[in-house]
């Protein structure tokens, strides 16, 4: 759990430190721990570190396990080069930085037995009292280890998205296109909305944006779902409009069966989940670059929102609105993770960081999660605590897993 190393770092409340290395013997005495780093780079910066007796300032890296530092390619990232020291759980492998030269590195010990609210804190964080855990802080301390968590939770989005701008192969549009098709997935059908938007690319369907009919028959044809609609004009319309274009493009529809419905309620189907993608792109300029450009919780819901309308044709189902609560979802878990990515990838600003005036803009998240955190008498007071808990809850539960293997 990274995230609570670089909240007991920052506070000091780790049992010990234990240089290691070329380091081994030495005194360590942290004098500031810096500040925690929402951007991209070094986890902590501007900190204040004594060994024996010279003063060493600048950045800190935290990981569980040293090899860690090879793995996320920190060995080859110049953003790396003014890191001072190395914190590790578990010091597997010898650091050097981008000189070839090894990297100071201490041991962290997370308290384990003295003193004893130390111990019981991180006993609890992976338990099911977690919740107690953190009404055990102060405020202050509260406040930052769910930073912590918060920033724990974006990185992961972002490197998510980035891994779908390489398999578009730079094409910012296309992977804004996939990252919006998996989020409206659900967890049933991420991984088909995925490949759903590689088998139908953005481009193809923007060449269709003013008839919706027509990218209405493309998402459904190529999900293999017209079949599912109920008998009827519109289901015959959308078959044909497919028929036609899939034999102008060569399309090839992903397989029967790729799309789960069972045990899925009637707003979340995915050909419902579809034709509310074919609005937006028939009724909007492009969504990429649009989120790109705003800034505020209001001008994402103007862009998002889209009313409800009841059946049009025999046999269409009812088309469902993308409601204010969609909209704060869509700008947590697609828009500024997007925002992100774009500003360290394209514009070199490795320094990008989520806006997090727009996410505390944003009410506290209602789900399972949040629900059993409020009645323990935890107040979220907005979208960044209630993300912090949906990632403390998300260690918990490998933490269990891990226990039971």
Partial sequence: ME??????????????????????GARIEVLDPGELNLHAGPDFFAARIRIDQLLWVGCVEIHHAASEWFAHGHHADPAYSSVILHVVEVD???VAGLNGQELPTCLILVPRTQPEEQAALVQQLYSSSSAS???????????????????????????????????????????????????????????????????????????????????EALLLGQAGLIEVL????????????????????????????TFRRARTRPANLPERRLLQLAALLTRRDFL????????????????????????????????????GSLCDLLIIN??????????????????????????????AEDNRVTRL????????RDALESQAILQLEHYREEQERGLKL
């Fill in 133 to 215: 855990a953190l009404l055990s802080l102060s405020a202050e301390e509260r406040s930052s280890l769910l930073l912590c968590l918060y920033r724990a939770r974006m990185q992961t989005k972002v490197q998510a998205s980035g891994l779908l701008l390489e398999r578009a192969a730079g094409d910012w549009a296309q992977c804004f296109w996939a990252q919006l098709l998996r989020y409206f997935g659900g967890a049933l059908n991420s991984e088909a909305m995925e490949r759903l938007a590689f088998a139908l690319p953005l481009h193809l369907l923007q060449k269709h944006s003013d008839r919706q009919d027509q990218v």
């Fill in 288 to 323: 990429g670059d649009r989120c790109l450009r705003a800034r505020t919780r209001r001008e994402l819901h103007e862009l998002f929102t889209l009313p409800a309308a009841g059946a049009e044709v025999e046999g269409q189902p009812p088309r469902a609105a993308i409601t």
């Fill in 230 to 257: 109920a008998e009827g004009a519109y289901r015959r319309q959308l078959a044909e409009e497919y028929r036609f274009l899939r034999h102008k493009y060569e399309l090839h529809p992903l397989g029967a069966g």
């Fill in 3 to 24: 995230a609570f190393l670089h909240y007991l770092w920052l506070h000091q409340r780790y049992e010990q430190l234990i240089p290691t290395g070329a380091l081994a």
């Fill in 373 to 380: 955190y409020r009645s323990a008498g935890l107040e979220l």
């Fill in 334 to 363: 697609v828009v500024l993770p997007y925002q992100v990515l774009y500003a360290q990838r394209q514009e070199g600003l490795r320094d990008a960081a989520p806006d997090l005036e727009l996410l505390r803009s944003i009410p």
């Fill in 92 to 94: 597997n492998r010898q």
